[in-house]
């Protein structure tokens, strides 16, 4: 999927990128409400064509499409947070932030809120697994929306650079653009589940 996205998006052709653009946008907005859609592997996919097949200009553009996508999504699932927070019965989309958000690292991301604020969004968006907890940390605080919108900015520019410099380090190593698609997809996947694997060899070592 993040190879077929990743290509309209960078092609050549004016039409093509008319498509691919909005397509890019529109896939990251739902990773983003959604969180089972791959994004990261979808704007480092994209980045390495874009390296190798067009303009620096295009990569700009990427930037900015992948951090609005991800900026915007991210206000709408607070928002909806928010809803829910408000409810007698919560709402489907708390409980999805809920079942994403671990007691351990809800305890953790609350601690780190505590002492460092809004410093606290832009990490969590670098960090795999970082972002629901500590967006449900800011919702059992009760932070306002603006609030959130301020941290939550930056925090979106710093991923899509971060997965685009994945996408542009993969596309530097191999010639082909599939092949440096392949790569950027396979550091995103271990990037992403790297944490995870070594919290579960360190609790089946503890135990």
Wanted: charged share 15%; glycine share 8%; aromatic share 8%.
């Amino acid at each position: 999927m993040a190879l077929l996205a990743a290509l309209p998006v960078v092609a050549p052709d004016s039409t093509q990128q008319a498509v691919g653009y909005p397509s890019l946008f529109l896939l990251v907005l739902i990773g983003a409400l959604v969180p089972v859609v791959p994004t990261g592997a979808l704007v480092s996919s994209a980045a390495v064509v874009a390296f190798h097949r067009t303009a620096p200009f295009s990569m700009v553009l990427l930037l900015v499409t992948a951090s609005l996508a991800a900026f915007l999504g991210d206000v709408a699932l607070y928002w909806l947070g928010r809803r829910g927070m408000k409810s007698r019965n919560g709402s489907r989309w708390l409980e999805a932030i809920r079942r994403r958000a671990p007691e351990d690292r809800l305890e953790q991301a609350r601690r780190k809120l505590t002492d460092h604020g809004v410093a606290v969004l832009v990490l969590s968006r670098l960090m795999p697994a970082g972002r629901l907890p500590v967006m449900l940390a800011c919702l059992l605080a009760k932070w306002p929306m603006r609030r959130f919108v301020r941290g939550n900015l930056p925090a979106c520019v710093a991923w899509a650079a971060t997965y685009q410099l994945i996408g542009v380090l993969g596309g530097s190593l191999f010639r082909e653009p599939w092949a440096g698609v392949l790569a950027a997809i396979v550091l995103t996947v271990l990037i992403s589940t790297a944490p995870g694997l070594w919290r579960r060899v360190r609790g089946t070592a503890a135990g």
